[in-house]
């Protein structure tokens, strides 16, 4: 439906923009000359081939059968390609964060080793004082530190 603006089957709107009221009417020749045009059918097409064509014809389809084949699968292994690299990938990023998890699970059970051992060497050190091995011999076997001052002996 083409239009020209200044039809008389076309009436302004609001906006400028040409609405057409009714549809304009083809114009039909009686001429002997003209024919109504016809989209050529395959038979017509190949009637319309040489014999020299259809060889031609026949390798440029065999050929253009070979390049879809090719075509589909390399792009079949591209994809399948492209699948596993990403899904090798994936399983490694998978693999990093699970192992980073065990890492920082390690590292806090040494952390804990760590302060448990503190402990244990400030309550040895606690131990160890002299005061308080003092302390424990007189109150359970009852010795007390002698205040006779210690005989030297000589060596000869």
Not at 119 to 132: D, F, H, T, V, W
């Given at each position: 439906?083409?239009?020209?603006?200044?039809?008389?089957?076309?009436?302004?709107t609001?906006?400028?923009?040409?609405?057409?009221?009714?549809?304009?009417?083809?114009?039909?020749?009686?001429?002997?000359?003209?024919?109504?045009?016809?989209?050529?059918?395959?038979?017509?097409?190949?009637?319309?081939?040489?014999?020299?064509?259809?060889?031609?014809?026949?390798?440029?389809?065999?050929?253009?059968?070979?390049i879809?084949?090719?075509?589909?699968?390399?792009?079949?292994?591209?994809?399948?390609?492209?699948?596993?690299?990403?899904?090798?990938?994936?399983?490694?990023?998978?693999?990093?964060?699970?192992?980073?998890?065990?890492?920082?699970?390690?590292?806090?059970?040494?952390?804990?080793?760590?302060?448990?051992n503190?402990?244990?060497?400030?309550?040895?050190?606690?131990?160890?004082?002299?005061?308080?091995?003092?302390?424990?011999?007189y109150?359970?076997?009852?010795?007390?530190?002698?205040?006779?001052?210690?005989?030297?002996?000589?060596?000869?």
């Amino acid at each position: 439906m083409n239009a020209h603006i200044f039809d008389e089957n076309i009436s302004k709107t609001d906006y400028g923009v040409g609405v057409v009221e009714k549809p304009p009417t083809r114009a039909t020749t009686s001429a002997a000359f003209v024919e109504p045009i016809q989209s050529p059918t395959a038979e017509a097409t190949e009637q319309a081939a040489t014999p020299s064509e259809k060889p031609k014809k026949k390798l440029r389809d065999e050929a253009h059968e070979k390049i879809e084949s090719i075509l589909n699968t390399r792009t079949f292994i591209v994809i399948a390609g492209a699948t596993l690299l990403l899904g090798l990938y994936i399983y490694n990023v998978i693999s990093i964060n699970r192992l980073a998890g065990e890492t920082e699970a390690l590292r806090q059970k040494i952390d804990e080793a760590k302060s448990i051992n503190v402990e244990i060497e400030s309550e040895l050190k606690a131990l160890e004082r002299s005061e308080r091995i003092g302390r424990e011999a007189y109150e359970k076997l009852g010795l007390q530190i002698s205040t006779i001052p210690p005989i030297e002996l000589k060596a000869k």
